[in-house]
């Protein structure tokens, strides 16, 4: 059964570097997503994207915050300047349709030091 | 804003018994989607069942069915026959806008006891 992947699973970055979390949705896909899940708190919403575009994105996803499906098949969250509040766990969504069952991915352990 | 609300941290429940989880949200969209998801121990999120607000009927996926409320803004998951694999983390979450951004509730991490 086809799955949505994330590289790496754990990423230890130092603050004020920039990372890039990796994401392979499901192939015939067309909507994707991130989302963040701090430590103990709930998975928060970060920015949905279609057709080669940012669609919705929420207070969180701000100028630090990029995204981009470089080619086709994988689709990266990129953090600019990481700060030690960007610790969480982040996962990538897919769906075949916006009001569709998303398909999440295993998630990235970001720890910022 | 659209709002989910999980009351119950952490939940128990005897192997074969049944366990009711509750949610509660807040939403302005007059149509929207309600869904619960699954996290076991590190393994990722699955779609448990979902309800489409402006049906009446409550869905039902095998042991799994929700009891949905829509004046009330309630959907709690009733899981029956409960079995040691049910142990996870559940989620409740609505979509939050046109192109289907979830919005989740904190969670209830449910044990499943032999």
């Known amino acids: 059964e086809p799955e949505v992947t994330q590289t790496p699973s754990h990423q230890v970055t130092q603050m004020g570097q920039e990372v890039i979390l990796r994401c392979v949705p499901i192939?015939?896909?067309?909507?994707f997503y991130w989302y963040r899940q701090i430590l103990g708190q709930k998975v928060e919403f970060l920015v949905s994207f279609y057709n080669n575009e940012i669609s919705e994105k929420s207070e969180i996803f701000d100028d630090q915050f990029s995204v981009e499906r470089p080619d086709g098949s994988n689709f990266t969250l990129k953090i600019r300047s990481t700060k030690l509040e960007d610790s969480a766990m982040y996962f990538c969504a897919s769906g075949r349709d916006y009001m569709d069952e998303q398909f999440f991915g295993p998630g990235t352990r970001l720890t910022v030091l | 804003a659209q709002t989910v609300t999980q009351s119950q941290p952490e939940m128990s429940v005897q192997e074969a018994e049944t366990v009711t989880l509750s949610c509660t949200y807040d939403t302005s969209e007059n149509n929207y989607y309600l869904f619960w998801y699954k996290q076991p121990p590190s393994r990722q999120m699955i779609l448990v069942i979902r309800q489409e607000a402006y049906k009446q009927q409550n869905a039902t996926e095998n042991r799994f069915s929700v009891n949905f409320q829509k004046a009330a803004k309630s959907f709690s998951l009733k899981i029956s026959d409960s079995q040691l694999g049910d142990t996870a983390m559940y989620f409740c979450a609505v979509d939050g806008g046109s192109q289907g951004n979830l919005i989740f509730g904190k969670g209830t991490k449910l044990s499943v006891k032999p």
């Open positions: 192939s015939n896909h067309l909507y």
